[in-house]
T-cell receptor
C-alpha cells in the first residue's frame, strides 16, 4: 500500500540556517504530495502542495519539488526563523479525495 | 469565514465508556474526514464522509463509527473505550475535487481524548 517516510527528528537549527527535511513516498499512480505543519496546540495546516511530477510547491519561503524519478518531496527553506519551530508532516493523496497518508512527522526547533 | 471547528477540546473518559466527538466543516466544504493522532505520530485515517455516507474507512475496528448530517457536520463515536484510544482526534474538511489532484485538507484543532 501507499506510504510516506520522512526523516526522524528532532532537527535543531540556529536562526537563519538552511533547512532540509527529507521525504520519500511509495504509491501507485500519480499522487498529489503535501507538506503540512503543526504548531503547538493546533491542528495541521497546509504548507504547500504539488500535484504532478516536477511541480514545485512554495509558501512562506518553504519549497518542495515533486521528484517522480526518486519518489521524493524534500522540504527546504533557505533561512529559518524561530517562528518556524513546529512539526512538519509529509503526506500524499490521490485524485478523487479519499484518505491522505501522512508520514510520522519531523519536529523542528529553531534557536535564536 | 469560520474554519473547521471541533468540540469538545478535551475529554476524559473511563475504559468501557462511549464518546461522541463533533465537527463542523469549513464553509463551502462537503467532505469530512476523521484522523487519530497518537503522541509523536502522524495522523492515521479513520474514515471519510461525503453526502452522508461513509466513503472510505481506514484500519480501525467497528467500535469507531461516524455520521454526517445534511449540513455537512459530522460526529465520531467510539464505543467500549480502551486505554489505547487515548489520542488527539482530528477532523478535516475538504471540497470534493473536480479537477486534477487531491484537494488539501483543512483541519480543526482537535479533541484530546484521555481514557483512564
Amino acid at each position: 500500500g501507499d506510504s510516506v517516510t520522512q526523516m526522524e527528528g528532532p532537527v535543531t537549527l540556529s536562526e537563519e540556517a538552511f533547512l532540509t527535511i527529507n521525504c520519500t513516498y511509495t504509491a501507485t499512480g500519480y499522487p498529489s504530495l503535501f507538506w503540512y505543519v503543526q504548531y503547538p496546540g493546533e491542528g495541521l495546516q497546509l504548507l504547500l502542495k504539488a500535484t504532478k511530477a516536477d511541480d514545485k510547491g512554495s509558501n512562506k519561503g518553504f519549497e518542495a519539488t515533486y521528484r517522480k524519478e526518486t519518489t521524493s518531496f524534500h522540504l527546504e527553506k533557505g533561512s529559518v526563523q524561530v517562528s518556524d519551530s513546529a512539526v512538519y508532516f509529509c503526506a500524499l493523496g490521490h485524485t478523487g479525495g479519499f484518505k491522505t497518508i501522512f508520514g510520522a512527522g519531523t519536529r523542528l526547533f529553531v534557536k535564536a | 469565514d469560520a474554519g473547521v471547528t471541533q468540540s469538545p477540546t478535551h475529554l476524559i473518559k473511563t475504559r468501557g465508556q462511549q464518546v461522541t466527538l463533533r465537527c463542523s466543516p469549513k464553509s463551502g466544504h462537503d467532505t469530512v474526514s476523521w484522523y487519530q493522532q497518537a503522541l509523536g505520530q502522524g495522523p492515521q485515517f479513520i474514515f471519510q464522509y461525503y453526502e452522508e455516507e461513509e466513503r472510505q474507512r481506514g484500519n480501525f475496528p467497528d467500535r469507531f463509527s461516524g455520521h454526517q448530517f445534511p449540513n455537512y457536520s459530522s460526529e465520531l463515536n467510539v464505543n467500549a473505550l480502551l486505554l489505547g484510544d487515548s489520542a488527539l482526534y482530528l477532523c478535516a474538511s475538504s471540497h470534493t475535487p473536480t479537477g486534477i489532484g487531491q484537494s488539501p485538507l483543512h483541519f480543526g484543532n482537535g479533541t484530546r481524548l484521555t481514557v483512564t
